[in-house]
């Protein structure tokens, strides 16, 4: 699963790598975006804003306001794999959406760990390779809908969304965030409608907590004997 999802987002590297350069970025800072930035989301919006004629401290914003999510993956990675050290530091730069699903798609702790440090390696390595031939190709690559890339990365996700959609609110909740995001994608700029569906999903989950019978977590005197 983690090199299944590496290839499949590191090939839409191809796509950005060409859209960055036509955006007025130079081959080499092309490749130190992604490098250094390294979560293809805030990439495309920071590329979005400067290919608009925005500033930089507006491209800046924007990439950094869709960042948020990776912080919220790594506190609950930090908490599932407990990485020490230098691994620490290389964990947080590799928790990215595709690293972070893998790892909870796993039902053991050595699996978890595995399907992270896979996807996440694998995906910073090929999605950097891929990054750099994008733009060093350029213009000679069209339009990449053409090769399908920019389904790569969806298709992927369904793929590790289909195995936890195994109860009703699951579900529920998947569709939910699907028509959020349907319907905000011709009303908002790109990559606010993701975090608009993370709110509903996490308003779902607070409402169901405050929601919940604290007596029926409660132990029974059976299950305490």
Known sequence: ?????????GLYGLSFGALAV????????????????????SQFAFIGVIAGGGAASAAVGAATLLGVR??????????????????QWLAAHVTIDESAATAVGQSSPDEQRRG??????????LWNLFTLLGAW?????????R?????AAVAAFLGLLWPRLRQRESV?????????????????????????????GAAWGWWGWWGRDPAADAPTLESTR
Not at 22 to 41: E, I, R
Not at 71 to 84: D, K, S
Not at 137 to 145: I, K, M
Request: net charge neutral; hydrophobic share 60%; proline share 6%.
């Open 70 to 87: 990776n912080a919220v993956y790594g506190m609950q990675m930090n908490r599932l794999l407990l990485p020490t050290g230098w691994r």
């Open 147 to 151: 090769w399908g890339l920019d389904g």
């Open 172 to 200: 529920a909740l998947a569709v939910l965030c699907g028509v959020v995001v349907a319907m905000a994608v011709p009303q908002v700029p790109p990559g606010l409608p993701i975090l608009l569906a993370a709110v509903v």
């Open 1 to 9: 699963m983690g090199l299944s999802i590496s290839v499949a987002t």
């Open 22 to 41: 036509a955006a007025g970025l130079s081959v080499a800072q092309t490749a130190v975006l992604s490098l250094l930035m390294f979560t293809g989301g």
């Open 116 to 125: 992270f440090w896979t996807a996440g390696v694998g995906v910073f390595v």
């Open 137 to 145: 190709l350029g213009d000679a690559l069209g339009d990449p809908r």
